[in-house]
């Protein structure tokens, strides 16, 4: 499996502020990078995925991609509690996940 | 988008015995692809399931423990052979499709297998 790595958390926020999610991979000719979301109990849902260096926005989601420091983040702004999961970053074609980060928005 | 469906959605099997879980997604994807997540873990990727041919592995996951098959665009299995406890665990089907360089991956909602 090609590494992907995520802070393990738990990462803690208040509503209404951004929270930021990083993932590092370590095959440098990975070409597409994925963020998912998955709830406790549940499969993992496709939150946006990116190609191209740069910031991509949806929302209150956006995705940043640094293919020359291989790190792909995450981040979501004014946080409500339903943003509270776990958030897996997937590198490549094969779609190999990070380990996961846990995220809590606390009312 | 895609739905994918499996079955069974959960098991309890003794040690020794087999498996076979399904997944049939409702219309055509590019790859599909078998997961394991082990409880508080993240996925782990089993092997990439192939039409018409055997399956990838990756490494530390073989043929004879995990046979795959996939017949058709929207078809495959996924065997958990010669049983025992480590192989309690969530697995994932997921198909992926898309076009021109964008692709989008869609998870079927698990089957969930305790051995004992």
């Known amino acids: 499996q090609k590494e992907v790595e995520q802070n393990s958390g738990p990462l803690s926020v208040p509503e209404g502020a951004i929270a930021s999610l990083n993932c590092t991979y370590s095959?440098?000719?990975?070409?597409?990078f994925f963020w998912y979301r998955q709830y406790s109990g549940k499969s993992p849902e496709l939150i946006m995925f990116?190609?191209?260096?740069g910031d991509k926005e949806d929302g209150r989601f956006t995705a940043q991609l640094n293919k020359a420091s291989q790190y792909v983040s995450l981040l979501i702004r004014d946080s409500q509690p339903s943003d509270s999961a776990t958030y897996l970053c997937?590198?490549?074609?094969?779609?190999?996940f990070g380990t996961g980060t846990s995220l809590t928005v606390i009312p | 988008s895609a739905v994918i469906s499996q079955k069974p959605s959960r098991d309890i099997c003794q040690r020794g015995t087999s498996l076979t879980i399904q997944c049939q997604v409702d219309?055509?994807?590019?790859?599909m692809f078998w997961y394991r997540q082990q409880p508080g873990q993240s996925l782990t990727l089993i092997a990439t399931?192939?039409?018409?041919?055997?399956?990838?592995?990756e490494s530390g996951f073989v043929i004879d423990k995990f046979p795959i098959s996939r017949p058709n665009l929207t078809f495959s299995t996924l065997t958990v052979s010669n049983m025992s406890p480590e192989d309690s665990s969530i697995y994932l089907c997921?198909?992926?499709?898309?076009?021109?360089?964008?692709?989008?991956?869609?998870f079927g909602p698990g089957t969930r297998l305790t051995v004992t």
């Open positions: 997937a590198v490549g074609n094969q779609f190999y």
């Open positions: 095959d440098r000719g990975s070409q597409s």
């Open positions: 990116i190609y191209s260096n």
């Open positions: 219309s055509q994807v590019t790859m």
């Open positions: 399931a192939n039409q018409g041919s055997e399956a990838t592995y």
């Open positions: 997921s198909g992926v499709a898309g076009a021109s360089g964008v692709y989008e991956q869609y």
